[in-house]
């Protein structure tokens, strides 16, 4: 299974970014996709997530900001982030899950990817 994170970058406050994680050797369909992101010094925190069932959830920081979407025909999720705050900075990770329930602890991920630094400056 490889999960491959990508579109991060540096941008200025108020400004967007859409990261992309595509994700092969799994079911794509079977799986949770989640975003998490880590601050330097700060345990990794959820983000958003896109069900096996095709429910979203979302942390209250970026409610109304990102929007997280999944292509099955490209085995890709997507997050869309808008309205950047310098408080978003940090490495964005992508992980998948295979449980019935989705979950919104990092240790319940079966599998991530390497990551993709975001920075918004003020």
């Known amino acids: 299974v490889q999960l491959q994170a990508s579109g991060g970058g540096l941008v200025q406050a108020g400004g967007s970014l859409r990261l992309s994680c595509a994700a092969s050797?799994?079911?794509?369909?079977?799986?949770?996709m989640a975003w998490f992101r880590q601050a330097p010094g700060k345990e990794r925190e959820f983000v958003a997530a896109?069900?096996?069932?095709?429910?979203?959830y979302y942390a209250d920081a970026v409610k109304g900001r990102f929007t997280i979407s999944r292509d099955s025909a490209k085995n890709t999720v997507y997050l869309q982030m808008n309205s950047l705050k310098p408080e978003d900075t940090a490495v964005y990770y992508c992980?998948?899950?295979?449980?019935?329930?989705?979950?919104?602890?990092?240790?319940?991920?079966?599998?991530w990817g390497q990551g993709t630094q975001v920075t918004v400056s003020s």
């Open positions: 992980g998948a899950d295979r449980s019935r329930y989705y979950t919104r602890a990092y240790s319940g991920y079966d599998y």
């Open positions: 050797g799994l079911t794509f369909s079977d799986y949770n």
């Open positions: 896109f069900t096996w069932r095709y429910t979203t």
